[in-house]
């Protein structure tokens, strides 16, 4: 009868042990990497000269593994730049982004901003000034 406990609690300790190093870690145990960073900036962001004016924005989103990571512009007019983008990271790192919006009239001026988002991640507020002549 003892020895029969003997493996009872043999066999519990081993499948307790494979329990615990086959559980994963807490934390990110995603195979998928998460944005860590979107940043944007407007260029020229203070514009006085003739209209249209074309105003580029540049900027990046930095991510902490492998995603590919589809985002959209949102701009100050409603609308909705180049529309869904893709960037495919094979690893942590960042990706350049760039687009343009092209806009004004003589006699006008105009303060506006362009932001980048993808589902719950918002890059800053790029804002820009134009007085057009």
């Not at 003892?2 to 190093?21: D, Y």
């Not at 086959?22 to 195979?31: K, V, W």
């Amino acid at each position: 009868m003892l020895q029969i406990h003997r493996r009872i609690l043999v066999t519990l300790v081993v499948l307790t042990g494979c329990l615990v190093f086959a559980t994963p870690r807490m934390g990110n145990s995603s195979p998928y990497g998460r944005v860590t960073a979107m940043h944007l900036a407007a260029s020229p962001n203070n514009w006085n000269g003739q209209c249209p004016v074309t105003i580029n924005f540049n900027g990046f989103i930095r991510v902490d593994g492998p995603n590919t990571v589809i985002y959209e512009t949102t701009r100050s007019d409603g609308g909705k730049g180049p529309g869904q983008q893709k960037l495919h990271f094979n690893g942590a790192g960042q990706q350049r982004v760039h687009f343009i919006w092209r806009l004004g009239k003589p006699g006008e001026n105009y303060n506006g901003w362009a932001e980048i988002g993808s589902g719950n991640m918002r890059s800053n507020r790029a804002e820009f000034q134009i007085h057009c002549h």
